[in-house]
């Protein structure tokens, strides 16, 4: 793949399948030694820009930066790290629409792994399962931070949580802005992505319309 190729897979963020690709040996170091390789690495980076490592002010930040890739902005990659959704029994019987809305996204592109931020909204309908609320933002938080591709990212959620509720009526929202868009390449500053994905009644219009007015009241007009 040539520059000019490399760059188009980029700009148009593409992604090449749903799940987020790992080696096989993704995980035999343990994080402090991924730690410790990546201040290595990093620091000659830092190096080849021509900053000076003997700086008060820069002599840590490989270290603190390879500490935020493992530990925080990345911490999703490992699948030990996915949250406990714990399930409850449907015994009063809801058989309405449950929506968990504005769920913060804090997510890095894979591009360029430069920041996506924006909201998620969930949508469910229970049959015999139950989630407590709590869960599905931490779910979410989860797979955010992995390198995505928004659309991915989607998916990921959805997915997940068809698997843990047992059912496949579940829809996705997430509407986000990409800073790889509007620091670089065109630089539109308010420009925003929404992805939508969704499964079982959902498939219905006017199921999916009832969900997205759920979304319009008490909603701010910046998201």
Known sequence: MDESEI???????IATSVDTP????????TDDEKIKNIQFHFSKIMEELGLDLTDESLSGTPYRFAKMYVKELFYGLN???RPKVSTFPNTYGYQRMLVEKDINIDSSCEHHFLPITGYAHVGYIPKDKVVGLSK???????????PQVQE???LQILKDLQQTLDTEDVIVVIHAKHLCVSSRGIKDKESA???FDYGGVFADEA???EFFNLLKKDHSSNR
């Open 193 to 195: 992505t929404t992805t």
């Open 22 to 29: 790992m080696r096989e040996d993704a995980f035999v170091h």
């Open 152 to 154: 991915r990212l989607c």
């Open 79 to 81: 699948p030990k790290n």
């Open 207 to 209: 199921k999916r319309a």
């Open 7 to 13: 760059d188009i897979l980029g700009d148009n963020h």
């Open 136 to 146: 599905i933002n931490r779910l979410v938080d989860y797979y955010a931070h992995k």
